[in-house]
């Protein structure tokens, strides 16, 4: 069990977008990277694909940005937070964050 998934809502604690919050949509070619909703944009110029019935031109794109730059966000506390993991009584391992002990849905 992965401690980010994805679906969870992260925020950025280093780098450029540092306090932008959104919403993991996939991983990268290795897991130690993340792509984030609306973070890390970067200008791709892409040609013309008449198959596809792409136009082309100049397009915002999403890019990977490392794991260890990102948390988990506590919507209760409205912060960054660490997240565990623990057994409940029967027997489902589930993720909790640290700070408040509630259990990530």
Do not use: C, W
């Not at 069990?1 to 996939?26: F, T, Y």
């Not at 609306?38 to 397009?59: F, L, M, R």
């Not at 993991?85 to 027997?91: P, S």
Request: hydrophobic residues 35%; without cysteine; proline residues 4%.
């Amino acid at each position: 069990m992965n401690r980010i998934k994805k679906g969870d809502e992260v925020i950025v604690i280093a780098g450029k977008d540092k306090g932008k919050r959104g919403i993991i949509l996939g991983f990268g070619k290795d897991a130690s990277k993340v792509i984030v909703e609306n973070i890390n944009i970067a200008k791709k110029h892409e040609k013309p694909n008449p198959n596809k019935g792409t136009q082309g031109g100049i397009v915002n794109k999403e890019m990977p940005i490392h794991i260890s730059n990102i948390a988990l966000y506590n919507p209760a506390t409205e912060k960054a937070d660490k997240v565990g993991f623990k057994f409940l009584e029967d027997g489902r391992k589930v993720r909790f964050f640290k700070s408040n002990n509630e259990v990530i849905a």
